[in-house]
């Protein structure tokens, strides 16, 4: 069983609109987690990192939300642009053997004009 | 371009074929990764680097898999007797890890754009 769970398995969206992708984890104890963006043909970039003591961070356009007590996260993006997208993937680092990042399957997103 | 950068973007092979890939990581980082990504799946952990030392490697790295990191600094993937189920993106990743470990949360990885195998 997959520890990192992604919502929805892919999304089309009108450009302009919001949207907002889901992650539930099952990692624990965990250092922190990520979200990445990777398009296709392409390596993921990191677009916002939190620790379990973070509730929320921003990137421009991107907002990410943590719930550590239930495990969630979120990235909402606003006013989506054709170049959001991509697919969009959840990244929990454990608190011990940090550097075995666990992978989300992603979220894989398309913004029609 | 002071990005991660690997070498080659594609690779046809065929079944039982050696193959061997390139990362060179961004010059002042320490810690080097290796995953493997198949189609519709986040990548997954194979082996990471600090400096040249090899400190850790998944049981999805099997015998025919080697990694090495001879000077610290660029490195390499080597496949032998490649099968139809190595087909896959396979993505390297290096960071900086401040000595006495620092701040883990501010261990970003970065990742190059991959190469990507078909085993013919």
């Known amino acids: 069983k997959n520890q990192v769970e992604q919502s929805p398995q892919s999304l089309i969206i009108l450009e302009g609109k919001n949207c907002t992708l889901q992650?539930?984890?099952?990692?624990?104890?965990?250092?922190?987690l990520r979200w990445y963006k990777q398009d296709t043909g392409r390596g993921p970039v990191s677009l916002t990192i939190?620790?379990?003591?973070?509730n929320t961070k921003s990137n421009g356009r991107y907002t990410a939300t943590l719930d550590a007590d239930t495990k969630q996260s979120s990235l909402h993006i606003t006013a989506s642009q054709l170049s959001d997208s991509a697919s969009y993937i959840c990244?929990?680092?454990?608190?011990?053997?940090?550097?075995?990042?666990?992978f989300g399957q992603g979220t894989r997103l398309t913004i029609n004009p | 371009d002071t990005g991660v950068s690997q070498d080659p973007r594609h690779k046809i092979t065929k079944r039982g074929q050696n193959v061997t890939f390139r990362c060179d990581p961004i010059?002042?980082?320490?810690?080097l990764y290796w995953y493997r990504q198949t189609l519709g799946q986040g990548p997954e952990f194979l082996t990471y680097?600090?400096?040249?030392?090899?400190?850790?490697k998944s049981r999805l790295l099997s015998d025919r898999f080697s990694a090495e990191r001879p000077k610290g600094s660029f490195s390499t993937l080597e496949i032998q007797r490649t099968e139809q189920g190595d087909s896959a993106m396979y993505l390297c990743?290096?960071?900086?890890?401040?000595?006495?470990?620092?701040?883990?949360?501010?261990?970003?990885?970065?990742f190059g754009a991959g190469t990507r195998l078909s085993v013919l």
């Open positions: 992650c539930n984890y099952t990692v624990s104890p965990f250092s922190n």
């Open positions: 680097f600090q400096n040249e030392a090899q400190l850790e």
């Open positions: 010059s002042e980082h320490n810690r």
């Open positions: 939190m620790t379990f003591s973070e």
């Open positions: 990244v929990v680092s454990p608190l011990y053997g940090a550097q075995k990042l666990v």
């Open positions: 990743a290096s960071s900086f890890l401040e000595i006495g470990g620092g701040n883990l949360a501010k261990n970003i990885q970065y």
